[in-house]
């Protein structure tokens, strides 16, 4: 956006003409002089500007407008002072959990983490300060009011925090840092939420039909059935195993899956008589 102002006793402006250039005058960043109209000021869009090296000083822009009167007269040029380009500021990510890594769920619900980074601001030299806050819903502070309490900064933009919470199995939250530029501005993202789930998977064995069976006709092949239930995360995947004595493997090693079921033909008994021993996990 820029603002000019012009004036011409007889016939008045008609129209401006604005232009910017690599030189005072000059129109090769603009692509020539661009009609304003009779405004006084106007956005200058479409434009391809490169950022202004801190060490060389080069490229600098400058923005020059011309008037034109109603009798068709036109005025000289006049131009700005050199425009420095920077970098726009940027907030960065935040996430959730212990991990670097974003996560949607945690175990427990006696703390809450976050993990951010990728703050910049080069126009006004640095990050001044962080805080950060947690709601129920995103950019909210109604759990945690922000604070700089539990938050580490580990540098170039990132950093961590963690605070102790008492939240139900079943709570989400949002967490919210925000970042204060050295030229007090601020810069704010929000994670996507988490959710703490510390109920267990439940698992319950089942049959062809519906019953558990005690005893196969045939030692050829063994087939087991399970259902698995989570109310809360959902069932991330199972894992199988058989054995010829409880929580052994040495029939059939641990085999994940996200079936409810073991694949026909993979589990055989060791002989007439001995018992095959069926475990399943889940998470």
């Known amino acids: 956006m820029a603002t000019w102002l012009g004036g011409d006793p007889d ?3 008609a129209r401006y003409f604005v232009a910017i250039g690599t030189t005072p005058g000059g129109t090769d960043a ?5 009609d304003m109209g009779s405004h006084s000021s106007g956005l200058i869009d479409g434009l391809n500007l490169d950022l202004t090296d801190s060490q060389t000083g080069t490229p600098l822009y400058y923005l020059s407008v011309k008037a034109k009167n109603s009798a068709g007269l036109e005025s000289a040029p006049i131009t700005s002072k050199p425009i420095v380009i920077v970098k726009a500021d940027v907030a960065g990510i ?4 212990e991990a670097a890594t974003d996560a949607d769920y945690q175990r427990h619900g006696y703390h809450v983490t976050a993990h951010f980074s990728g703050y910049e601001s080069e ?3 640095g ?4 805080t950060w806050a947690i709601g129920t819903s995103p950019s909210l502070a109604d759990v945690q009011p922000f604070t700089t309490e539990g938050l580490v900064v580990h540098g170039n933009g990132s950093g961590a925090a963690q605070i102790p919470m008492d939240l139900d199995s079943g709570a989400e939250v949002f967490c919210t840092i925000k970042a204060t530029t050295k030229c007090g501005n601020q810069l704010q993202s929000t994670s996507n939420g988490i959710t703490v789930d510390t109920l267990k998977p439940v698992l319950t064995m089942t049959s062809d039909n519906d019953s558990r069976r005690l005893y196969e006709r045939t030692a ?8 698995g239930n989570d109310s809360e995360s959902g069932i991330e995947e199972y894992t199988w195993y058989a054995g010829s004595y409880p929580l052994a493997a040495d029939i059939v090693n641990a085999t994940m899956t996200l079936e409810e079921s073991t694949p026909p033909g993979t589990i055989h008994s060791v ?3 001995v018992p095959t021993f069926f475990s399943v996990l889940t998470s």
Do not use: V
């Open 220 to 227: 050829d092949s063994l087939l087991f059935r399970w259902l």
């Open 271 to 273: 002989r007439d008589g």
């Open 30 to 34: 603009s692509g020539g002089w661009r």
């Open 123 to 125: 126009r006004c030299g």
């Open 11 to 13: 016939s008045g402006i």
């Open 94 to 97: 935040t996430t959730d959990g």
């Open 127 to 130: 990050i001044a300060s962080y």
